[in-house]
T-cell receptor
Framework: EAQVTQNPRYLITVTGKKLTVTCSQNMNHEYMSWYRQDPGLGLRQIYYSMNVEVTDKGDVPEGYKVSRKEKRNFPLILESPSPNQTSLYFC??????????????FGEGSRLTVL | QKEVEQNSGPLSVPEGAIASLNCTYSDRVSQSFFWYRQYSGKSPELIMSIYSNGDKEDGRFTAQLNKASQYVSLLIRDSQPSDSATYLCAVTGAAGNKLTFGGGTRVLVKP
């Protein structure tokens, strides 16, 4: 089954404790991206990757890191989480190509709470 | 001004009626346009994509794009209670590598 898998789905952590949210896709997609969704602010892009070893900042990259060492995986790293990073996070992927980066497949989401 | 704007709703429509959703965008060089549906507590799913001016129909959904006026719309015909969800408009820039979402319009279809 074609899917984007995120883990963990739910996490409560404390300020400053490093955490990683994993994302894996089995569709051989080149493009992957992380979004956060907050009430009243909608979906905002954190980072994206056009291909292996190619990553770039989205609209809200502060406080996050990513890596793309393999095509299928795109982990999101919070080195020192803060309460303002409490949010619902989505990983998404698509085939690369003119316009194709918009035809995204989303993971189920990871709800993160930072105390 | 937000880059992609939608009325947050809720847009309440009776079952069987047409739901009309609008979206405006600020970047004149935007190339690709998408509508996603998001049920409460779920992830967004793509329902329509449109790349050129005019109408595109897929089942009960019709997307309309007017680049000169910088708006894209979605019509849902014969609305069903299962169409009750938030509909997100999304737009890519000229390079196609950045997708910007609107805040979404909540649609409520009443039986």
């Amino acid at each position: 089954e074609a899917q984007v898998t995120q883990n963990p789905r739910y996490l409560i952590t404390v300020t400053g404790k490093k955490l990683t949210v994993t994302c894996s896709q089995n569709m051989n997609h080149e493009y992957m991206s992380w979004y956060r969704q907050d009430p009243g602010l909608g979906l905002r892009q954190i980072y994206y990757s056009m291909n292996v070893e190619v990553t770039d900042k989205g609209d809200v990259p502060e406080g996050y890191k990513v890596s793309r060492k393999e095509k299928r995986n795109f982990p999101l790293i919070l080195e020192s989480p803060s309460p303002n990073q409490t949010s619902l996070y989505f990983c998404a992927s698509s085939f690369k190509g003119q316009g194709n980066t918009g035809e995204l497949f989303f993971g189920e989401g990871s709800r993160l709470t930072v105390l | 001004q937000k880059e992609v704007e939608q009325n947050s709703g809720p847009l309440s429509v009776p079952e069987g009626a047409i739901a009309s959703l609008n979206c405006t965008y600020s970047d004149r060089v935007s190339q690709s346009f998408f509508w996603y549906r998001q049920y409460s507590g779920k992830s967004p799913e793509l329902i329509m994509s449109i790349y050129s001016n005019g109408d595109k129909e897929d089942g009960r959904f019709t997307a309309q794009l007017n680049k000169a006026s910088q708006y894209v719309s979605l019509l849902i015909r014969d609305s069903q209670p299962s169409d009750s969800a938030t509909y997100l408009c999304a737009v890519t820039g000229a390079a196609g590598n950045k997708l910007t979402f609107g805040g979404g319009t909540r649609v409520l279809v009443k039986p």
